[in-house]
């Protein structure tokens, strides 16, 4: 069982930046992917960015220019640079992390991100 905690979330003016953190109590199994969802209140869960085992990353349109995922050399450790925040970044941050070869997906508790000046 991966356990997921995830920090850095709170209350920032627009335009402003966070750093979220996602630690991992272990890796598992490579290849993996880890990624960060978020969801708005009466919205579905959406992918924001993701990080693979072998560094590539992808972003939600919404977020590209602004954010940046990043992790560890040991890969146990994900970070998402959140710059030029906007009131609609608004949302709780899951982190998550994929085992595709083992079908094995593990979620962190959440870390509420709120935009508002």
């Known amino acids: 069982q991966v356990q997921l905690v995830e920090s850095g979330g709170g209350l920032v003016q627009p335009g402003g930046s966070l750093r979220l953190t996602c630690a991992a109590s272990?890796?598992?199994?490579?290849?993996?992917?880890m990624s960060w969802y978020r969801q708005a209140p009466e919205k579905p869960r959406e992918l924001v960015a993701l990080?693979?085992?072998?560094?590539?990353?992808h972003y939600a349109d919404s977020v590209k220019g602004r954010f940046t995922i990043s992790r560890d050399g040991a890969g146990t450790t994900v970070y998402l640079q959140m710059n030029s925040l906007k009131p609609e970044d608004t949302a709780v941050y899951y982190c998550?992390?994929?085992?595709?070869?083992?079908?094995?997906?593990?979620w962190g508790q959440g870390t509420q991100v709120t935009v508002s000046s």
């Open positions: 998550n992390v994929l085992f595709p070869t083992a079908a094995k997906t593990y």
């Open positions: 272990e890796i598992s199994f490579t290849p993996y992917t």
């Open positions: 990080i693979t085992s072998l560094r590539d990353t």
